[in-house]
């Protein structure tokens, strides 16, 4: 077992008609929940580094708690950078043993966006590392990223061919209307149910189909795919938190997606949101606990129930191991 680059894990989600979850990392309860999830369902999975992730628990622990993670779970893993902003951040990680890195040059011109990524794949293939690129810009706020609404844009299709054969990228992020962060859309954009509840506009599957019809067998991936589970909201607000209209991607809407040419759907909110939940509720049921493994063995165990059901329910990736 060991760390692995996404090539293969790609081409068989793409001809399998499912996706892989690139789950964001932090901490070890968090790498633990996500590939105990994985080896019980028997997934491949993607351990996602931000740039927050990155200074908050710093490289060098965060790939030693990776490789552990290999040996303890018996499954490959990839490691993959997250919204690498600059050449320097993804040689870095190039060098200290990721094996995926995504250089995000979607705030620059479509020229420059071509002539960063493409010094990137340069430097990462004559090392044994893949490349993810973006073109278009998602709304929201993750960490170092923060994008406003009216600087956000859709993917153009027209440009994604050109893009992917100048660059020589392993696979294309594109923007059809997912967003960073736990706040994707505002209430006024939304539309309600019969029961009341918000339901945010559906996702541009027209472009998505578009792309994959441009770049036949061509791995896409969604940005800010987390969808925010409304029972970990009132839970967090029932129990203290301010989480007013926190509104995310309709699993649905990701299960469509992983079905058609997305390979890699990135998950960080749904995350926080079930070890935050487990956490109060910890604390609320127990208010003289004070040994950290007993709030962090619960929110462990909410994270990994997380991930199972993503991995079953939505991307559709359960068994893919055995395959």
Known sequence: MALVTTKEMFAKAYRGGYAIGAFNINNMEIIQAITEAAAEERSPVILQVSAGARKYARHAYLLALAKAAIEDSGIDLALHLDHGADFDICKSCIDGGFSSVMIDGSKHSFEDNIALTRKVVEYAHAHGVVVEGELGKLAGIEDDVNVSAADSSYTRPEEVEEFV???????????????HGAYKFTPDQCTRNADGILVPPPLRFDILEEVGRRLPGFPIVLHGASSVPQDYVREINALGGKMPDAIGIPEEQLRKAAQMAVCKINIDSDIRLAMTAGIRRTFHDDPSLFDP???LGVAREEVKKTVRHKIADVLGSSGALDR
């Open 165 to 179: 054969e100048k660059t020589g990228v392993d696979s294309l992020a594109i923007a059809i209307g997912t967003s």
């Open 293 to 295: 493994r007993g709030y």
